[in-house]
């Protein structure tokens, strides 16, 4: 399991482009900062725009990877975060956010 990432909220891409330029700045490499979004197509979208990673199965694991497509689209979300170190209570607090269509930032530091 990964040590438990920084985990930031923001309501825009604008506002995620802009938060990992502020990172870069400090010193945060682009491949310790990833991105989720409630919608698969918005994630790709916005780590593409800010240069930044998604959760894929390098992160996730094989397993959990295959797991996900066959799961509900929250399990799947949840599953995600846990895989990058996460809680389940603390998964299940953050998937609310993404229903309400927040963008998720991950910062290993």
């Known amino acids: 399991m990964m040590a438990k990432p920084t985990v930031r909220e923001y309501l825009t891409e604008q506002e995620v482009i802009g ?3 502020d990172l870069e700045s400090k010193g945060i490499s682009q491949k310790d900062i990833y991105v989720l979004a409630h ?3 918005r994630t790709n979208q916005v780590a593409d725009r800010a240069n930044v990673n998604t959760i894929g199965i390098k992160e996730e694991g094989l397993s959990t990877a295959i797991k996900n497509v066959f799961n509900s689209k929250g399990d799947e979300l949840r599953n ?3 895989e990058m170190g996460l809680s ?3 998964a299940e607090e953050y998937e609310r956010k ?3 269509g927040k963008i998720l930032l991950f910062v290993k530091e």
Do not use: G, P, R
Request: hydrophobic share 25%; aromatic share 6%.
């Open 88 to 90: 389940q209570y603390e």
């Open 98 to 100: 993404l229903d309400e």
């Open 19 to 21: 938060a990992v330029q």
């Open 39 to 41: 919608q698969d197509d």
């Open 80 to 82: 995600k975060m846990e």
